[in-house]
């Protein structure tokens, strides 16, 4: 059974920073995606297994930086200069093939949730 568990969620001020953790073992490319309420569930980043390649949705570009930690099976989403647009549920899911890192199709598994909430 493949779990992935996310934590790190919480309550920040505009400008502030938050950083998500999600773990999940295998050698997998990660992914993050986020869903606010009312909205589709949308494409944040993501990452290959050797993290030599990492995507980003336009608006995190530079604030924003996806990473992980093989050795303990962690990815990880830093999150600097935190918007009110950025509140959502987030998500780290698991990438199992293709190329078009963006489409949450490509993703099998996914954790729980975290809630991040940006106060203006």
């Known amino acids: 059974q493949v779990q992935l568990v996310e934590s790190g969620g919480g309550l920040v001020q505009a400008g502030g920073s938050l950083r998500l953790s999600c773990a999940a073992s295998?050698?997998?490319?990660m992914g993050w995606f986020r869903q606010a309420p009312g909205k589709e569930r949308e494409f944040v980043a993501a990452?290959?297994?050797?993290?030599?390649?990492?995507f980003y949705e336009d608006s995190v570009k530079g604030r924003f930086t996806i990473f992980r930690d093989n050795a303990k099976n962690t990815a990880y989403l830093h999150m600097n200069n935190l918007k009110p647009e950025d509140t959502a549920v987030y998500y780290c899911?698991?990438?199992?093939?293709?190329?078009?890192?963006?489409?949450?199709?490509?993703?099998?598994?996914w954790g729980q949730g975290t809630q991040v909430t940006v106060s203006s």
């Open positions: 990452i290959t297994w050797s993290a030599g390649t990492t």
């Open positions: 899911a698991r990438h199992s093939y293709g190329t078009v890192w963006t489409r949450h199709t490509e993703y099998d598994y």
């Open positions: 295998g050698r997998y490319a």
